[in-house]
């Protein structure tokens, strides 16, 4: 057995596997020697279906791990959960000798040359299946010193949980958010406070594919435009001037070499997305790029169901602002321009426009770029 860790060294450890859960496992070891019990772990119990899940432990042949969970978690006699923080061992949870004739003990404990278990819960939430650390002191009853070294335990091992459960919930947050911004059909750039790029999407990657009017040089953003570049540089320098010009809706214009016209606009990061992964972001800020087009097929339905248009309105409006005015739409639909006037009037009076050019705008504002 090794060398009982010195307590303050143990708490330190402790909180070390709260920040990175890989570590629970050698702290585990270092319990077990500092509570000087035969075997030690951290399980899961579900008072109602009785079944248990060992996570972490040392000192118990894996055969038997498999067999409680398999089969004699159902008897242990952990059936009700004591309250949180109290140690309990066999004798405090059953009769002692009604305990030593069930199947537990004969079959499961008794053949590893064991007789007693103890367990503390480490989680006061409201979880189903809480964490409990769940000790065998040996040939022995659990003796009042092993229970004292248990019982200081507690509020450290319960913090350190609890810390494992915030950053797990941060980074499932996290990586639920950046899966929807990969999916994005506008490009995604994170940056650094020198616009390298941290993080890109699937769509900003096509754009910087292309090496138009955005690129990367050797891991930097560049646009083509020098007064577009220059923006970045200004914007990125620090996460207040994102927030500042995200705050103030700021924009910046791109132009491709066929002359089409896209829109950057500065986003600023929040902390889920700055502090959501195991180590801390370095981007500062975002753009979000996309062309800037009217995308009828992303407005006409929002536009159908806010102003109840029929079908035919809905094909009338959607000609006139992708391609043109009545004569071109009755060409389009192959309808006569009396029955497109009529349609449009009809259309006109349902959003509350008067112009074309107000219908055009007003499809604009329903437009997203963030869709198809």
Known sequence: MPRPPKHSELIESIYDAGLNPKLWDDVVVMLNAFIGSRACGLISKDPVSKNGATHHYCGVDPHYIRLYSETYAQ??????????GEVRNIPDLVNFDEYRRGRFYQEWLRPQGCVDVANVVLEQSKSSCPILLTVIPGK????????A?????????SRALMINRAIERKQQRAIALADVVDRLNAGVIL???SCHIVHSNPAAETILAADDFLRSVSGRLMARSSEANQALRDIFRDAGE?????????KIPLIS???SYYVAQV???PSLLRDGAAERSSAVGALFVWKAELDGRSCTGLLDRTFALTPAELKVLQSIVEVGGVPETAVALGIAETTVKTHLHRVFAKTGVSRQADLVKLAAG???PLVH
């Not at 022995?140 to 229970?147: D, G, I």
């Not at 070294?149 to 091992?157: C, D, N, S, T």
């Not at 994102?242 to 700021?250: E, I, K, L, R, W």
């Open 242 to 250: 994102v927030a500042v010009a995200a705050a103030s809706g700021q």
């Open 75 to 84: 008897y242990d006699p952990l059936a009700r959960l004591p309250r949180y």
């Open 366 to 368: 329903f437009s997203n």
């Open 257 to 259: 070499h066929d002359g």
């Open 267 to 269: 986003i600023a990061l």
């Open 191 to 193: 940056l650094d406070a």
């Open 140 to 147: 022995e009853m659990l003796n009042a010193e092993k229970r």
């Open 149 to 157: 070294r248990m019982q200081m335990l507690v509020p450290h091992a």
